[in-house]
């Protein structure tokens, strides 16, 4: 258990870092209104569709603002960055610091909005950076949306 949870945060972590430099242009209001902007598409479409286009619609690839759209059992549904995450439960994982993020992800979005910091290893740097992602919860769904910057 332990090992394929090392393997899944690794992957997510090498998933994440792969558009760096490109989050680090990214704003927190942009990433704000990234999240306000996936949620719409999701009110819009429904779940099922919206899953779809956070995948493939480059829309959703902003200033390499990785949309990720969770249900509240910390299920990824979508990733617009690392799709080998899609279908995984990653409630477990932690980041280098030993902070369950997805967790920390899941109870921000089940009080509607908000921020939350975390770490990872940059797998090309080999440096911890530290990141924040922006998470709302989608009405009307048990899920939410959010989007990270490097801060």
Known sequence: MIRIATRLIAGLLFGLAM???AWASASRAEAQSQVAAAVEHVKKVGPEQATKDFISQSQWKVKGMNVIFNDMKGVVLASSLNERLIGKQTFEMKDPSGKEFVKEFTRTAQKGEGWVDYQFINPET???EERS??????????GYVGVAITK
């Open 19 to 21: 558009s760096v430099p």
């Open 126 to 128: 080999k440096k911890l």
């Open 133 to 142: 992602m922006f998470v709302r919860r989608v009405p009307g769904f048990e």
